[in-house]
């Protein structure tokens, strides 16, 4: 099955089925082996038992990037190719998106505590990601406050694509700005600089919590798919009841005039 085949929704929806119930289960698989090797890590000489958080924080500030970056080529998909499902790739990941940047946010905050003395910082790092989470919120604002799904999806393809710029900030604030948050330690020209006593749960979290992405994603396409065929049934029925109503109202009054000439 190609990608042009996906196209079709029909045939989206029946892959879907089949393999989502996979999906979910090596998700749960992998997610219980990462919270082990996470609870099972050794204590930071520096930060403690508080290092452990990076475990949860780290996957969802990656996947908070991420994500816009999917919305991004489903925006292209919408604007440029005219792909059936794009629009519905971008809806359904807007809020699965602002979820993991609002873990991130939050998780942040928590480990910054005890490691910086504050909860928060406007620093070029937290603020930019404040921001997605913000531009998130606007763009499931736009999908609600536009009823027409087409102007709708063109709309939020644009706002997506120009928020896009948002993600090389928060990418590299920390090598362009000084910052509070410390540089990247696992993506690195140099190679990693983690003990493999925390990279190898990190790494396993972050495998987890992709696979939880997308299988949140496609559960969340498969609905708006849905979701959009009880609408047409429904414009449908709305429009059959019309027309009836509307002839049958112009036949009795036909009738009532043939009445009256007799």
């Not at 958080?53 to 604007?79: D, K, Q, Y």
């Amino acid at each position: 099955m190609t990608l042009t085949d996906l196209a079709n929704p029909t045939k989206f929806l029946a892959l879907t089925a089949r393999i989502l119930p996979w999906l979910a289960g090596v998700t749960a698989i992998l997610l219980a082996i990462g919270l082990y090797q996470s609870a099972m890590a050794p204590d930071d000489y520096q930060q403690g038992a508080t290092v452990k958080i990076m475990f949860i924080h780290v996957p969802n500030a990656w996947l908070s990037m991420f994500v816009w970056g999917v919305m991004s080529v489903a925006a292209l998909g919408t604007l440029v190719w005219r792909h059936p499902l794009a629009d519905v790739a971008a809806k359904a990941a807007a809020p699965i998106g602002a979820a993991f940047t609002f873990l991130a946010l939050v998780t942040g905050s928590l480990w910054g505590r005890p490691m910086w003395g504050t909860y928060w910082e406007w620093d070029a790092r937290l603020t930019s990601v404040l921001i997605l989470f913000l531009m998130y919120l606007g763009l499931m604002a736009l999908w609600r406050a536009v009823e027409d799904p087409s102007r709708a999806a063109r709309a939020a393809a644009v706002l997506t694509l120009v928020g896009a710029i948002n993600i090389p900030i928060i990418k590299f604030s920390v090598d362009w700005w000084n910052t509070l948050h410390q540089p990247a330690s696992v993506f690195r020209a140099g190679g990693p600089t983690l003990d493999k006593a925390f990279l190898w749960p990190l790494l396993v979290m972050a495998i987890a919590f992709s696979l939880l992405f997308i299988t949140l994603h496609l559960a969340a396409m498969r609905n708006e798919i849905l979701r959009r065929r009880v609408r047409s049934l429904q414009m449908m029925q709305a429009s059959r009841v019309s027309f009836t109503s509307e002839t049958g109202g112009g036949s009795q009054a036909t009738a009532s005039n043939e009445i009256g000439a007799a």
